[in-house]
């Protein structure tokens, strides 16, 4: 099994989606809005991580001079699936899961630290804050 059908398995698993199509729109949608969240060593480091095609659709973003919070990422996931945000926040984290499990705990606790707060949960992770 190639590595993308490994990551499309994993997304399509981890949403419950009924068909690799289906499975295949969201992981694009949301490696498109990551793509242009991320820079530096991370995004150079995800990018090495990721199948050919799930490399292409990520690489090919922009990236903002400043990553958005965590509300408005899955807003932006939304507007570019056309489905509701709750819809899009089970697709976001689906994605950032598996991307989890791809990665591992280092990079992704590197990914984590350059996004702003609220990001963790999307990443199927607890979002500690340390108490005043």
Do not use: K
Request: proline share 5%; charged share 25%.
């Amino acid at each position: 099994m190639t590595r993308h059908r490994r990551l499309l398995q994993q997304v399509r698993t981890l949403g419950r989606y009924t068909t690799d199509d289906e499975a295949e729109r969201v992981l694009d949608a949301v490696l498109a809005v990551l793509g242009s969240q991320l820079t530096g060593e991370e995004r150079c480091d995800l990018a090495v991580m990721l199948p050919e095609r799930a490399r292409a659709v990520f690489a090919t973003q922009i990236p903002l001079p400043e990553p958005v919070p965590a509300p408005a990422f899955v807003e932006a996931v939304a507007r570019n699936l056309d489905t509701s945000l709750t819809a899009a926040r089970w697709d976001t984290s689906s994605v950032l899961a598996a991307l989890t499990d791809l990665a591992g705990d280092h990079l992704t606790d590197r990914l984590l630290a350059h996004l702003p707060g609220g990001y963790a949960l999307l990443f199927g992770r607890a979002d500690l804050t340390v108490a005043a």
